[in-house]
């Protein structure tokens, strides 16, 4: 035995017989038996004590004016363990103070409930389990009550309305259940509610903001809880809200109040435009705003100098129109900023430098290029860079910064760095897709691929601002009859319900594929971005209601394409290449890999990928608006746009191929030749980079209309890059056999030549010439010319002089015919029968530069 827990035992000793002589049925024996049943030979609460005084004498102990009664006693953090017993400070009738909390408390007496004097109650960070008993509510008198970090469950009772003096409520960081209780609404004088952490659920008690004039602080994050902004109205002391990681939707905007300085709405569904926030009151006393992860549109702030104080802002993951690095250089306090997948364009402003107490920075997933800016701060810890378009040299102050940094990530970028002294480790992870050039070259250009490892496993770790990930998978049901289904909140893993076998066989209009596999939770779903997200087949099976056919999108050459809503929040285009491929799973792996670290603003993103037998599963961005198939021939002008995608209708019969955001808004437009030149110049820059901007460069083999997809902005994404790889030369029949009108006279001879990227410009000038004429590739009315093809049709207007006949006259901006006739002209260059005559796609993208329209209100 050692000498201190000898010591300890010898204290101990004398503090039991000291407490043997203290008189029963009095608040000194009542605190004293308490203390003998809860002290261990471990614990410090024995030594706190002088045990020759009364206990009126003790630290965290005080008694009335008699000194017979006590009435405060504070045994914080003393090492109390164990169940309390009966007939100890339950017996304390006068108590009014009682601090029991940073213990390891596991039970409270049956006769606690009858301390009817208490206005302050804290037992948080104990291991106190089981329900709350109803019978609470005899603590009439209770001002403070904190029962947050235990394990308490079950309902919280509804005779807490007992509780009219009640000014502080922690509950949270429990696993109480089921609804907010009605009776809370009695409780108005309350300052501060914290529920958070919790496992309730349903809506808010009615007229929860109405009850609650006095309060200033709500947090109810963390729950399953869903409701309106509308339900916060009357909160009109509120200086602190957190709703984050529920399910309230409505307008944010209806959250902001002027005396507010916390506000976070993350991780819910409100919608809105930030830009409509009245800064002159709204922002003035925030230090801390997060809105991420919600539907919120338009444009970020477009005036931040209001927000002077601020020093916590987050708006990543929402759907925010493309727009500039907003102007941040005035928020002098700012230490945490999170604009990640904010549809940022353009440059990162040298201005970000003054930021100088920035301690975490995430501007990842974003379209930003140029050069790293340098970066002040000496306080910076985090730093998220990457999936963006930035170039050139990693700034050597930034190099010196990492060592002593918490997180980093430069990776999927086109950057020029120095790596020696770097662990390899973290090269794969945290600089992946950059080039290591020492010395560093000088203002490199084009992407270098890095040399490919062996066994090099994808291990990167997005840094985020909060840990917690959107609970709940959501699934969509199409009816055969006119009639709305809306997606549904689903809080476990469709694995976790059932381990379901297969092999499992679908069916489309025109094919069946089977997915060979045992057991769907075995086979992995690999998603690039969030690497450590454990998905299966059984959740793709789940997201897209078994691939029925109401979740179809398309059926393309390669195969079906369905949509489906991934764990944490993921909506994505899941297409299955049912062609068959020549690689090997391994190798297919590879290619899918490689293809999902190319990234570029007008290509749609590879998200992920499934191989489930024979079966390969690329899962992309979804596309809210379509493509330019439907955009031009297919859609019907007038279709009402449905911003909010869990209200979609479908039609028996309907052939709309899955597009929701189609707004008439967005048809209506394609009547300017602005947007029509737009989507060119965009798809042209997309095969402008696969061409010149890879390496090797990488050939589309089958550029048509419905291979442009349109995102929620209106901005083309061309979709299918790389894929043909996958499947070689046998691809090449069926492409011909699905792309009437759109294969290059060299492909149509009986030697059928290799594909070259000439023969993709060929398929972009079809497309180019669908823009401008509205008409389809074959089978269309071309004036004049009865059995021939839309390029036919064009080509010969073009050598008569004749182009502007084939002007769509649907285009309602005629002023510019001139431009228009141009663009055709550049279509007539890519269509020439031989390769060696048709422009490259660098050269296509200078061409229409040149020829861009005016903006709205200018002269050309």
Not at 150 to 169: D, M, Y
Not at 273 to 287: E, F, K, P
Not at 455 to 461: H, P
Request: proline share 5%; aromatic share 8%; charged share 20%.
């Amino acid at each position: 035995m050692g000498f201190g827990a000898f010591v300890s035992i010898i204290v101990l000793t004398f503090f039991f017989e000291h407490l043997a002589c203290q008189q029963p049925n009095t608040d000194d024996f009542f605190v004293s038996e308490f203390l003998k049943n809860m002290s261990s030979a471990s614990s410090s609460s024995s030594q706190a004590f002088n045990l020759s005084a009364s206990v009126c004498s003790w630290p965290g102990v005080s008694c009335d004016a008699s000194k017979e009664h006590v009435v405060e006693l504070i045994a914080s953090g003393l090492g109390l363990s164990g169940p309390i017993p009966d007939n100890t400070i339950g017996k304390l009738n006068k108590l009014q103070i009682l601090d029991l909390s940073n213990n390891t408390i596991t039970a409270l007496p049956s006769d606690f409930w009858s301390l009817g004097s208490l206005k302050v109650l804290n037992l948080s960070s104990n291991q106190i389990s089981g329900s709350l008993a109803s019978n609470f509510g005899n603590f009439g008198l209770l001002e403070a009550f904190d029962l947050s970090s235990n394990h308490f469950s079950g309902e919280i009772p509804e005779t807490i309305s007992s509780l009219v003096s009640l000014k502080l409520l922690k509950l949270d960081k429990n696993k109480f259940e089921h609804n907010i209780p009605s009776g809370i609404l009695q409780c108005q004088s309350l300052v501060s509610i914290d529920l958070s952490l919790n496992q309730l659920n349903g809506t808010l008690p009615q007229g929860f903001g109405a009850a609650f004039r006095k309060l200033e602080s709500l947090n109810l994050a963390g729950n399953n809880l869903h409701g309106h902004d509308s339900d916060f109205s009357g909160l009109r002391s509120i200086t602190s809200v957190n709703i984050s990681s529920n399910s309230f939707q409505g307008s944010f905007l209806g959250m902001f109040k002027e005396q507010l300085e916390v506000i976070d709405l993350s991780r819910n569904q409100f919608e809105g435009q930030i830009s409509q926030v009245n800064l002159n009151y709204s922002l003035s006393h925030l230090v801390y705003l997060d809105l991420s992860e919600n539907r919120l549109s338009g444009e970020i702030f477009q005036y931040l100098n209001a927000a002077q104080n601020i020093k916590h802002l987050n708006v990543a993951h929402n759907r925010f129109a493309s727009q500039k690095f907003p102007k941040i250089e005035s928020l002098s306090r700012l230490e945490y900023l999170n604009l990640s997948k904010a549809n940022l364009h353009g440059h990162i402003p040298a201005e970000i430098s003054k930021l100088s107490n920035l301690s975490s920075l995430d501007i990842s997933l974003n379209n930003l290029i140029g050069e790293i800016p340098f970066l002040r701060s000496e306080n910076l810890q985090i730093l998220d860079l990457s999936y963006n378009n930035l170039s050139g040299e990693i700034p050597q102050t930034v190099l010196e910064k990492l060592p002593s940094m918490e997180k980093y990530n430069f990776s999927y970028n086109n950057l020029t760095f120095c790596s020696l002294g770097i662990n390899p480790n973290i090269l794969q992870t945290a600089f992946y897709g950059s080039s290591d050039n020492c010395p560093i070259a000088a203002n490199p250009k084009l992407f270098k691929r890095t040399k490919e490892r062996k066994g090099m496993e994808l291990a990167l770790v997005l840094t985020l601002s909060m840990v917690c990930l959107l609970s709940g998978l959501i699934f969509l049901a199409f009816g055969c009859r006119r009639k709305t289904k809306s997606w549904a909140m689903k809080q476990t893993s469709y694995k976790e319900e059932q381990n379901i076998s297969g092999p499992f066989s679908f069916q489309t209009d025109s094919t069946t594929w089977v997915a060979d596999v045992k057991q769907a939770n075995s086979v992995p779903v690999v998603i690039f971005e969030k690497p450590l997200l454990n998905i299966t087949f059984a959740d793709l099976l789940y997201s897209t209601s078994n691939f029925d056919r109401g979740t179809l999108l398309a059926e393309g050459k390669f195969g079906p394409v369905y949509r489906g809503f991934l764990p944490s929040g993921i909506q994505v285009a899941v297409k299955v290449l049912v062609v068959g491929s020549t690689l090997t799973d391994r190798e297919a792996a590879k290619e899918l890999e490689y293809l999902g670290r190319i990234k570029h603003p007008n290509l749609v993103p590879l998200t992920g990928y499934c191989f489930a037998g024979d079966q390969r599963i690329a899962i992309y961005d979804y596309m809210e608006n379509g493509n330019l198939q439907n955009f031009l021939h297919d859609l019907p002008l007038g279709v009402q746009r449905t911003d909010d995608w869990s209200t979609d209708t479908w039609e028996e019969g309907d052939d709309m191929n899955g597009i929701q955001n189609a707004s008439s808004e967005g048809l209506l437009s394609l009547s300017s030749w602005r947007l029509r030149h737009k989507i060119a110049l965009g798809t042209a820059r997309a095969l402008a980079f696969l061409h010149h901007g890879c390496s090797p460069p990488i050939i589309h083999r089958d550029v048509k209309a419905s291979s442009v997809y349109l995102d929620y902005n209106l901005e083309p994404r061309l979709s299918d890059f790389g894929l043909a790889k996958i499947f070689g030369s046998s691809l090449d029949e069926e492409i011909a056999r699905s792309s009437p009108g759109y294969v290059p006279p060299e492909l149509c001879q009986p030697e059928c030549d290799i594909p070259t990227p000439k023969s993709d410009v060929y398929c972009y000038g079809v497309v180019l010439f669908e823009l401008i004429t509205g008409k389809k590739p074959v089978g269309d009315d071309y004036p004049e010319e009865t059995e021939g093809t839309l390029v036919s049709w064009v080509r010969a207007l073009v050598r008569k002089n004749l182009a502007s006949r084939a002007i769509d006259p649907k285009i309602s901006d005629r002023g510019i015919d001139d431009l228009i006739e141009e663009a055709l002209k550049i279509g007539y260059l890519c269509t020439a029968d031989l390769p060696s005559k048709r422009p490259s796609m660098q050269q296509i993208v200078g061409l229409l530069k040149d020829i861009e329209p005016p903006a709205a209100g200018e002269k050309s």
